[in-house]
């Protein structure tokens, strides 16, 4: 399996427009973070996260041209604003392409996206697509996944869990039941939004505590804003755990 992080940064992607702050002003190009999305290459079949606005750079950046399935976490601008560019994939893969999500997500994109589930025209090619609603384990060929519901300030989301690895973004509490499908993980991708608390994300300590109590191996920071600086937060972290950038691949 191989993880690609396409994307590692809050909705206001990282620099922030108008900002000269230090993060948004760096040379270094691990505080250069889109909106945040990860690819997942199995042997035989792959599945992008989430569709934010910047996919199709993101996809053409690592050189991606193959995705079978899509799991949405929920439905806000930064997730899902690139959902017409999966039209591309129609054309390789010649078939709808699946695309998965808790019930409020699967209502949302249809509300978002009319001009394509109650289209009046075919200018320019409409993504075919088959939306399909999850809340409890399914299998994309052989592989189980594992839908994780956490809460994301008073919503509902989910993350998701791909045999020992999980991958949660966009998270302000985890439920002691979602807990417990976090047991035996390898590898945990947690939201850690900035230093001080915030009322729809955790933060960077809150992450910690939540990487501690999986007792996982390895874990990533994602979803970082501006005021999270690469440097100096892995120089702070624990040995196991690191910020996630653009780019970053893991092969496991």
Not at 65 to 72: E, G, P, Q
Not at 185 to 208: C, F, G, K, V
Not at 214 to 234: D, P, Q
Request: proline share 6%; hydrophobic share 35%; net charge positive.
């Amino acid at each position: 399996m191989e993880i690609v992080f396409l994307g590692t940064g809050t909705s206001h992607g990282v620099p922030v427009i108008g900002c000269n702050c230090k993060t948004c002003q760096s040379k270094n190009p691990r505080n250069k973070r889109t909106r945040s999305s990860i690819y997942v290459k199995f042997e035989s079949f792959s599945i992008l996260v989430d569709t934010p606005p910047e996919l199709r750079l993101q996809l053409l950046n690592n050189g991606i041209h193959k995705v079978d399935a899509i799991l949405y976490t929920h439905s806000h601008a930064d997730h899902i604003m690139g959902f017409d560019d999966i039209r591309a994939f129609n054309l390789i893969n010649k078939r709808p392409l699946p695309c998965y999500g808790n019930s409020s997500t699967i209502k949302d994109i249809k509300r978002t996206f009319n001009y394509i589930f109650n289209a009046v025209q075919m200018g320019g090619g409409l993504p075919q697509v088959q939306l399909i609603e999850v809340n409890s384990t399914f299998f994309i060929e052989d592989i189980k996944i594992i839908p994780l519901p956490v809460k994301h300030g008073k919503l509902d989301i989910l993350g998701y869990r791909f045999g020992r690895i999980a991958y949660i973004t966009d998270c302000s509490h985890i439920p002691e039941s979602t807990y417990d499908k976090l047991e035996g993980l390898d590898i945990l991708i947690i939201d850690a939004l900035r230093y001080r608390p915030h009322p729809t994300h955790m933060n960077i300590s809150e992450a910690l505590e939540v990487i501690e109590k999986t007792g996982v191996s390895r874990a990533y920071l994602t979803h970082l804003s501006h005021s999270v600086e690469h440097e100096e937060l892995k120089k702070n972290l624990p040995s196991w755990v690191r910020p996630a950038y653009d780019g970053l691949k893991i092969i496991i």
